[in-house]
T-cell receptor, first 114, second 110 residues
């Protein structure tokens, strides 16, 4: 199993550009989520999904869109990038939920918005 | 979810036992204490989870007193490779959100 994979590893955008961060898992997990991590801080939940076709907002959802058309994939879209979205983005998955289930994290995408 | 408080950083030497204490005064009945480890440039990794008393696995032990208002992660005989950030989280059974604090930076020196 590859586990949780994220692409790209690094990305530089200009303000106003859009892009999609990809996340995929091959563990047949129902729950997937996106976090962002800023320097010296913990991770903050952006959006999460409890199964295909179901998504919900986390702590910091503004400026981000998600969709879950398959169990395996959970892309994160930045519609109009802003410098405040410069961060490291982590995708995670688990069997059922985002509470006590063990979360498996991807390697992260480092995004810089100029 | 209950807010957690843990030390910002700790230093230790190879071979020592390290104890990181976390306070979670407002923990609820359905909440579990969960610890994750994060190495630089990697995503967090699950270490251990418990509800009360003591839990031990091949990596660490977790001690939780009867009132559950605090917990202690114990790492036996640390090595340089244990240098990482350790996060204490309160996770709700059946919940869908995890709240990460700033974590504890553990530096292991030779």
């Amino acid at each position: 199993n590859a586990g949780v994979t994220q692409t790209p590893k690094f990305q530089v955008l200009k303000t106003g550009q859009s892009m999609t961060l990809q996340c995929a898992q091959d563990m047949n997990h129902e729950y997937m989520s996106w976090y962002r991590q800023d320097p010296g801080m913990g991770l903050r939940l952006i959006h999460y999904s409890v199964g295909a076709g179901i998504t919900d907002q986390g702590e910091v959802p503004n400026g981000y869109n998600v969709s879950r058309s398959t169990t395996e994939d959970f892309p994160l879209r930045l519609l109009s990038a802003a410098p405040s979205q410069t961060s490291v983005y982590f995708c995670a998955s688990s069997w059922v939920g985002g509470g006590t289930d063990t979360q498996y994290f991807g390697p992260g995408t480092r995004l810089t918005v100029l | 979810l209950a807010k957690t408080t843990q030390p910002i950083s700790m230093d230790s030497y190879e071979g020592q036992e390290v104890n990181i204490t976390c306070s979670h005064n407002n923990i609820a009945t359905n909440d579990y204490i969960t610890w994750y480890q994060q190495f630089p440039s990697q995503g967090p990794r699950f270490i251990i989870q418990g509800y009360k008393t003591k839990v031990t696995n091949e990596v660490a032990s977790l001690f939780i007193p009867a009132d559950r208002k605090s917990s202690t992660l114990s790492l036996p005989r640390v090595s340089l490779s244990d240098t990482a950030v350790y996060y204490c989280l309160v996770a709700r059974r059946g919940g869908n959100k995890l709240v990460f604090g700033a974590g504890t930076i553990l530096r292991v020196k030779s």
